[in-house]
């Protein structure tokens, strides 16, 4: 019969903790990036030329139709071919930034085609500024619109950082196996990691939910 | 460096055999259990919703790689002696009973409310009503979502390389280590999952815009 042994693991509870914070600014991090890319890809996307459009839309479904391990593996061989140097953990960043925008084109050109033709000329006919109609009337009701989706997005990149470990940065994961290889407790390791990252994605839901309660409690109609 | 010849195609195509039929067994496994997640979900007994919604809640709220970890060294806890195949099999069948019971959950009570009270009017009982009203409609509904969780599904066979099994992504490493050609072989390897998934993505897409066109 086997015996739990789950004090192997909490004595290295430090080492978890350290890792737990570095799996949420990987997270925030590729958040971030992401949310740049996304932004950037919804311009290029509806840019006048042809060849641009067609490379966001390629870009977009290369990214949404293939693993995220594959993709890190990728960027992490071929950015030293490209003479660019940088520690894994920040190639990590970049791997779930370049993800994460793919997915985040999608949802945000979605929120702004959401946003009815009718309701920015009412807007002019006003007399708005075009920076207010676009803060006002595009840009709010069209982030309302994608919050839900782009939060959940979110949400599974944060899971997705667990995959950087296949290249060593920083985060849970990988200090997850460093554990199991000195003490063999793979089982109670794996199980109160776990337990970690369901603490993490939690709160995090919870903070997403109470941002949206504050800022986009507005009554539609 | 070395090349990549019919060797090194023929270990990739072997590779893609197991992603495959990882893919297609975690659906089926995953189908059979989501179908009766969905079902316990959408039940009037609140025992049976509490638990199925906290189940969806901790497999959609962990990462995919840490569900491996704990089922692959949780079997191997058991005492009963399983391949890693079975372990990993497993793995995704739970994972995608979860995701799977979700998606198929809002397709049942996004049926119209009518069809159950029409059903309980000309006398149905609960088996007849889900089997021959509900469920044939909630499937329709579900079809893009169910699309799109296959590909997800297909992309996190891949995580499998990571608790040492071979499939496409493991035998593209293995190459890659032997060949010094990570780009060449990983670029490959990411072209093979393309060619699965975009056609999968591309039909549920289709078949979104198409619904959405006739609910107007």
């Known amino acids: 019969m086997y015996t739990f042994d789950f004090g192997a693991v909490l004595d290295r509870a430090p080492e978890l903790l350290w890792g737990s914070l570095g799996t949420v600014g990987l997270a925030l991090a590729g958040m971030l990036l992401a949310l740049v890319i996304g932004l950037l890809g919804v311009v290029a996307r509806s840019s006048k030329s042809g060849i641009t459009r067609a490379a966001v839309i390629m870009f977009v479904e290369v990214v949404r139709n293939t693993p995220f391990l594959v993709q890190i593996f990728f960027i992490y061989f071929a950015l030293p071919l490209m003479g660019i140097r940088l520690n894994p953990t920040v190639t990590a960043i970049i791997a779930l930034g370049i993800n994460g925008g793919a997915y985040a084109i999608e949802i945000i050109r979605g929120g702004i085609e959401s946003v009815s033709r009718g309701q920015i000329e009412a807007g002019f006919a006003l007399g708005l500024h075009k920076a207010d109609v676009f803060r006002l009337i595009?840009?709010?009701?069209?982030?309302?619109?994608?919050?839900?989706?782009?939060?959940?997005?979110?949400?599974?990149?944060?899971?997705?950082?667990?995959?950087?470990?296949?290249?060593?940065?920083?985060?849970?994961?990988?200090?997850a196996q460093r554990i199991e290889s000195d003490t063999f407790r793979s089982f109670e390791v794996y199980f109160t990691v776990t337990a970690i990252y369901l603490a993490i994605s939690s709160l995090m839901m919870g903070l997403f939910a109470l941002i949206s309660r504050h800022y986009f409690n507005y009554p539609t109609r | 460096m070395g090349p990549i010849g019919e060797d090194q195609f023929l270990f990739l195509m072997q590779g893609l055999k197991w992603t495959v039929l990882l893919a297609i067994v975690g659906f089926i496994g995953g189908g059979i259990f989501g179908t009766l997640i969905a079902l316990l979900r959408t039940s009037k007994n609140k025992v049976a919703r509490t638990i199925t919604a906290g189940y969806i809640g901790v497999v959609q709220g962990t990462p995919l790689l840490m569900q491996l970890f704990v089922v692959y060294y949780g079997v191997a806890l058991l005492g009963i002696d399983v391949n890693a195949w079975i372990a990993v099999a497993v793995a995704f069948t739970l994972h995608a009973s979860a995701f799977l019971g979700e998606i198929w959950r809002g397709s049942i009570e996004a049926v119209p409310k009518g069809q159950t009270e029409a059903a309980n009017a000309l006398g149905l009982h609960y088996v007849s009503r889900m089997k021959d009203v509900i469920l044939p409609q909630a499937l329709k509904i579900s079809m893009p979502a169910t699309i799109g969780f296959l590909v997800q599904l297909t992309k996190g066979t891949s995580l499998a390389a990571i608790v040492g099994f071979i499939e496409l992504t493991r035998a593209g490493q293995i190459i890659s280590n032997q060949t010094y050609r990570p780009l060449l072989v990983f670029g490959i390897v990411g072209a093979i999952y393309f060619i699965i998934c975009w056609p999968l993505s591309y039909a549920g897409s289709r078949l979104e815009k198409r619904m959405a066109k006739a609910a107007r």
């Open chain 1, 138 to 175: 595009v840009l709010k009701p069209a982030l309302r619109a994608i919050y839900p989706s782009l939060t959940s997005q979110f949400i599974m990149l944060t899971l997705t950082t667990s995959v950087c470990t296949s290249i060593a940065a920083y985060e849970l994961t990988s200090a």
